[in-house]
């Protein structure tokens, strides 16, 4: 239904900024694309839920982890959306994938990151190193 590909990931200095794309094609995005979501995974460490964009409201859910940090945003008309990193740490150092689903499941105001997605892209690596 939807494909989804990411790019914009590199090496960086700790400190510095990316600014990481995720663009969608498929039939029915407004639909099955309307929900996008941003995860990544470092080497040994479990799945994390970044963010969450849902076009048929404007809401916008973050991790405690990267708010105030990490901006996500979405271009409806490219079917694009991005997620502007600052501040960057080497912790930060992951794959960083992208997902679509219907809606950004959320309980009591707050995203669940756990949310079945129909679909994934193959990550970007990002690496955070001076």
């Known amino acids: 239904q939807v494909q989804l590909v990411e790019s914009g990931g590199g090496l960086v200095q700790p400190g510095g900024s990316l600014r990481l794309s995720c663009a969608a094609s498929?039939?029915?995005?407004?639909?099955?694309?309307?929900?996008i979501a941003w995860f990544r995974q470092a080497p040994g460490k479990e799945r994390e839920g970044l963010s969450c964009?849902?076009?048929?409201?404007?809401?916008?859910y973050y991790a405690d982890s990267v708010k105030g940090r990490f901006t996500a945003s979405r271009d409806n008309a490219k079917h694009t959306t991005y997620l502007q990193m600052n501040s960057l740490k080497p912790e930060d150092t992951a794959v960083y994938y992208c997902?679509?689903?219907?809606?950004?499941?959320?309980?009591?105001?707050?995203?669940?990151?756990?949310?079945?997605?129909?679909?994934w892209g193959y990550g970007t690596q990002v690496t955070v190193s001076a």
């Open positions: 997902a679509a689903a219907r809606i950004c499941v959320a309980y009591g105001g707050s995203w669940y990151p756990g949310q079945d997605f129909g679909s």
């Open positions: 964009t849902s076009s048929s409201d404007g809401r916008i």
């Open positions: 498929g039939l029915t995005l407004e639909y099955y694309a309307n929900a």
